[in-house]
T-cell receptor, first 114, second 115 residues
Framework: DGGITQSPKYLFRKEGQNVTLSCEQNLNHDAMYWYRQDPGQGLRLIYYSQIVNDFQKGDIAEGYSVSREKKESFPLTVTSAQKNPTAFYLC?????????????FGPGTRLTVL | GDSVTQMEGPVTLSEEAFLTINCTYTATGYPSLFWYVQYPGEGLQLLLKATKADDKGSNKGFEATYRKETTSFHLEKGSVQVSDSAVYFCALRDAGGTSYGKLTFGQGTILTVHP
């Protein structure tokens, strides 16, 4: 089955620690995205990548980092510089970044800072 | 910049009632419009989309028409079921300017359907 997988589903972190969230897709999509969701709000874009070895900051990139070494994988690292990291993180992918291209989402990772 | 405004929730309906969730948008280019649904603890699933003015997207009994003149994309369903209880997000995707094809989301509307 084709799709997007994210792991882990739940993640707990102590303050001051970096954590990495996994995102893998087998849809052969070129573009991948990371969004953050907070209660009662829509999703906000953290980073996106249109092609391997290239990525761009989104609207709220501060305190986050990404890599895109393989087409299938787009891991997100939440660093200790992120002041309020507790949130639900969603990874998405699409064929391209064109206006009509649908973004497909993974099941999400819920990060809680203790 | 681009923005999406959804009607505030939560919305509570009885089974078989008619559903409307309002969505209006502002965009600099010619966006595509989407409705996504999120069930508790899960990611977003595409419900329907429309890519140009007057297009109607439909899926699982839900419909929405892309109205450029009113900049709206209201979601409707004639008879809701308990299984429709979820959070619904309206979103647009605009390739113009610096948007780099990102999705701009509304804040989401919680729908609860009672038997």
């Amino acid at each position: 089955d084709g799709g997007i997988t994210q792991s882990p589903k739940y993640l707990f972190r102590k303050e001051g620690q970096n954590v990495t969230l996994s995102c893998e897709q087998n849809l052969n999509h070129d573009a991948m995205y990371w969004y953050r969701q907070d209660p009662g709000q829509g999703l906000r874009l953290i980073y996106y990548s249109q092609i391997v070895n290239d990525f761009q900051k989104g609207d709220i990139a501060e305190g986050y980092s990404v890599s895109r070494e393989k087409k299938e994988s787009f891991p997100l690292t939440v660093t200790s510089a992120q002041k309020n990291p507790t949130a639900f993180y969603l990874c998405a992918s699409s064929i391209l970044t064109g206006t009509t291209d649908t973004q497909y989402f993974g099941p999400g990772t819920r990060l809680t800072v203790l | 910049g681009d923005s999406v405004t959804q009607m505030e929730g939560p919305v509570t309906l009885s089974e078989e009632a008619f559903l409307t969730i309002n969505c209006t948008y502002t965009a600099t280019g010619y966006p595509s419009l989407f409705w996504y649904v999120q069930y508790p603890g899960e990611g977003l699933q595409l419900l329907l989309k429309a890519t140009k003015a007057d297009d109607k997207g439909s899926n699982k009994g839900f419909e929405a028409t892309y109205r450029k003149e009113t900049t709206s994309f209201h979601l409707e369903k004639g008879s809701v079921q308990v299984s429709d209880s979820a959070v619904y997000f309206c979103a647009l995707r605009d390739a113009g300017g610096t948007s780099y094809g990102k999705l701009t989301f509304g804040q989401g509307t919680i729908l609860t359907v009672h038997p």
